[in-house]
């Protein structure tokens, strides 16, 4: 897959405008085709597009060509000034090496000499508090019981020849995914690989430049034990004697003292990214002044540092989520057909920033460009072109009416061999890890349509020639109908009174 992406050669699709408002629902259904999905989806995970990073030249190309598809559409723009893009602020920062250190005990480590940064883009501020030492078998299968919460977390990981044995450790997910504070790995790595791994501290990072980034979950650092052992025996941590004993149960072992990481970056430059926003006139004199959003995210993640064995390094995500991407597209295509147009009106939404952190979602929820009140709900996609032909998982059914809705839409249509079932997956938390999450802290009821994860999920392999685009088209109809459904309603969507309190009430 190799075409030169032509931005202004394909924004404007030539003939739609002339049959926009002329179709019948039906027609406007059988709009949505397998090849339609394909060829969008080939387009925005071309390589050219080169991975769609936040920011990047691919990412403002693919914007692009969704405001040129909405403007092809017929639809109003909704973005600044009269455009189809909302432009939020980003920042680009540096380490400050002098600034930045860890403190045990009376051990302190220097950014770049005692530890080094694996990952942290954005964190600035003082960690400190309870710390604890894991250590053992990482195979242990007590490892996820272990209460890490808010806690400092040292790893002691195992190495092979000077490098981590593995690419990741298992344990490593899991203490990421705990809610411990930070996590510093204690290594056994070659001066030459910890070395290199300072070229982090190096780079410009890009953070939200609307809010500062804070300190909690922080992402990893590394020490070495020729740095820390000392220091950790003082503490109450033998580390000696946990490198001798490496397939001993799994442990937490707190430390005493003080345990601090005093983190800090600075600005070093300016630059911004772009959601694209557009929406279509309802047609009842009230109701369309209420609005469906329809959200996808149409970043990814760029060049990946691990090529596949062919060489390709880009990652260019056709699943994730250049298929909801495509699905936004082909609704709003549809819905802008038909003579007689949904009683709400219909906002058509593409984010960026999503795999930083859910980011152009964030600020598109916080700066609404019509009343927050008004919106009654978000129907978000995100990765629905893998896995079973037959099965889509639809997310957050049992939090508010919508659920009740789409089981009896997905009842009425068996023609599409689709079947909308509940979240498979409740302990990875999906609910709190896409773009809906944004709406639904509003008091915007959601639903997350979503196929789950595969071998090829933030990979260079999760190209266009894997998706299942017949697969989708089915998804996406089902979405139309879902979407008339919630749009025509004289009722708004409503939440489960105890959903409301536990996912509103304690984010306000």
């Known amino acids: 897959m190799k075409r030169v992406f032509l931005a202004g050669a394909l924004m404007f699709a030539p003939g739609i405008l002339a049959a926009q408002g002329m179709a019948s629902v039906d027609e406007a259904l059988n709009s949505i085709t397998e090849d339609d999905v394909r060829n969008r989806i080939a387009l925005i995970a071309d390589d050219s597009m080169m991975g769609r990073d936040t ?21 109003k723009p909704l973005g600044d000034a009269g455009s189809y893009m909302q432009r939020y602020p980003l920042n680009e920062t540096v380490w400050d090496l002098n600034a930045s250190h860890i403190t045990i005990g009376g051990t302190r480590l220097a950014a770049g000499e005692g530890f080094q940064v694996l990952f942290g883009r954005g964190s600035t501020g003082t960690i400190s508090g309870n710390a604890v030492v894991v250590s053992g078998s990482f195979a242990d299968e007590n490892a996820a019981s272990l209460d890490l919460t808010d806690k400092i977390v040292f790893a002691v990981v195992p190495t092979v020849n000077g ?92 430390l005493t003292g003080e345990v601090s990481l005093e983190l800090k970056q600075r600005i070093a430059g300016r630059a911004s990214a772009p959601n694209v926003v557009a929406v279509l006139e309802g047609s009842d004199p009230e ?108 997310i957050g059914k049992e939090h508010s009416d919508l659920g009740e809705t789409l089981n009896r839409v997905n009842a009425e249509h068996p023609e599409l061999g689709m079947t909308a079932i509940d ?71 409503r939440w489960v009174p105890e959903s409301y309190e536990q996912i509103v009430n304690t984010s306000e």
């Open 163 to 254: 490098d981590f044995e593995g690419r990741w450790p298992g344990l490593i997910n899991s203490i990421l995914r705990s809610g411990a504070a930070s996590f510093v790995l204690v290594s056994q790595r070659s001066d030459e690989a910890f070395a290199a791994a300072g070229s982090f501290l190096e780079r410009r990072s890009t953070v939200r430049a609307w809010a500062e980034s804070g300190v909690g979950g922080a992402g990893y650092f590394e020490v070495r034990d020729s740095d820390v052992a000392d220091a950790l025996e003082m503490a109450g941590f033998d580390l000696a004697a946990a490198r001798a004993n490496p397939a001993a149960p799994i442990t937490a072992t707190p």
């Open 287 to 394: 109701l369309k002044d209420e609005y469906v959003v329809f959200s996808a995210h149409m970043d990814h993640i760029g060049i990946s540092s691990r090529p596949n064995e062919d060489g390709d390094s880009i990652s260019n995500g056709a699943d994730d989520d250049a298929s909801g991407t495509a699905a936004v597209l082909e609704l709003a295509e549809a819905y802008s057909m038909m003579a007689e147009r949904p009683r709400r009106s219909m906002i058509f939404l593409t984010v960026s920033g999503e795999e930083k952190g859910l980011w152009g979602s964030e600020y598109f929820a916080n700066n609404l460009p019509v009343p927050t009140e008004q919106v009654v709900a978000n129907i978000n996609i995100d990765m629905v072109a893998r896995n079973w032909a037959d099965t889509i998982v639809v």
């Open 55 to 75: 920011p990047s030249p691919g990412l403002e190309a693919t914007a692009n060509y969704v405001a040129g598809q909405f403007y092809s559409f017929g639809l």
């Open 423 to 493: 979240d498979m997956w409740p302990d990875e938390r999906f609910y709190f890890r896409s773009d809906h999450f944004n709406f639904a802290q509003k008091g915007i009821p959601i639903l997350f349509f979503f196929n789950g994860v595969h071998d090829d999920y933030h990979g260079v392999d999760d190209e266009v020639d894997r998706i299942d685009a017949e697969k989708e088209a089915r998804i996406i109809r089902l979405n139309f109908h879902l979407g008339l459904e919630v749009a025509n309603s004289d009722q708004r969507p």
